[in-house]
């Protein structure tokens, strides 16, 4: 049975959690969009989904509980968005590689692949990080998943643009202001007596809304000037990618 009677354009979140990924969600609705959020933990994902609809109005969001690093859960999710939501138009990738490592990153099969292709996807948009281009002490369970992960963006783009697949790979350079990251450097900042940090927080930590747009500028992008990689930060970050 259809969830979807009016066929809105459908968009599937992977790794959806609070920050970024609520965040595009809550875009993409607002701009006409029904979202399927994917990751494993389900009152993360009852929260999100409720708090879509109070805000955009009933069966705008909807959920399905999914271990990306279990391949049968992932092609079941996606099986069960085309049977309930319809094609999916846009998928924004968005599992950090501290929750998937980049081993099953780089395991994921030709099959799973194919499914996302099948279902007629428009636009698949990849979170990456500074640790997509650049390795750093500590991160050695982080950074070669991110590497990996551009790889595979820039693998699909040779494969599937011709089809009218755009793919592009966002590297979010620096620190997001989410509820993990964003409040322990608030707290830092407080600690520190930095007012004007805590004043004008988006000159020094970007904003999850603030990307949500970058994301659905890629998303719309004309099909004559599509970006395949894009990097963003905040006005006061340094520009750790391109060190």
């Known amino acids: 049975m259809s969830r ?3 066929k809105k354009p459908v ?8 920050g970024i990924g609520e965040a595009v969600a809550r875009r993409f609705v607002q701009e006409g969009f029904i ?10 994902l009852q929260t999100m989904s409720t708090g879509i609809e109070a805000d955009f109005g ?3 969001a909807h959920y399905y509980i999914t271990d990306l690093r279990v391949e049968e859960q992932v092609i079941s999710s996606f099986k069960s968005i085309k049977e309930e939501l319809g094609p999916v138009d846009v ?4 599992a950090g590689a501290r929750r998937v490592n980049g081993r099953s990153i780089l395991d994921t099969t030709t099959e799973e692949f194919e499914n996302f292709t099948k279902i007629k996807l428009g636009t698949i948009i990849f979170t990456g990080a500074t640790g997509s ?8 369970s982080f950074s070669p998943g991110k590497f990996g992960l551009r790889s595979l963006a820039q693998i699909i783009t040779r494969e599937y643009q011709s089809r009218g ?3 592009a790979h966002l590297v979010i350079d620096g620190p997001v202001d989410g509820k993990l990251i ?3 450097t608030r707290r830092k900042w407080e600690r520190a007596g930095e007012r004007e940090k805590l004043e004008e927080a988006d000159r020094f930590i970007m904003q999850p809304t603030d990307l949500a747009k970058i994301y659905w500028y890629l998303h719309t992008q004309p099909r004559s000037t599509w970006s395949q990689e894009l990097d963003v930060r905040a006005e006061k970050e340094t520009m750790f990618s391109k060190l």
Do not use: C, F, W
């Open 4 to 6: 979807n009677p009016q």
């Open 11 to 18: 968009i599937a979140v992977v790794g959806a959690g609070p």
């Open 35 to 44: 979202v399927a959020l994917l990751a494993r933990t389900e009152d993360k």
């Open 58 to 60: 009933k069966h705008t």
């Open 91 to 94: 998928l924004v990738y968005n």
């Open 133 to 140: 281009l650049r390795g750093m002490p500590g991160l050695s």
């Open 165 to 167: 697949i755009h793919a």
């Open 182 to 184: 964003g409040g322990v």
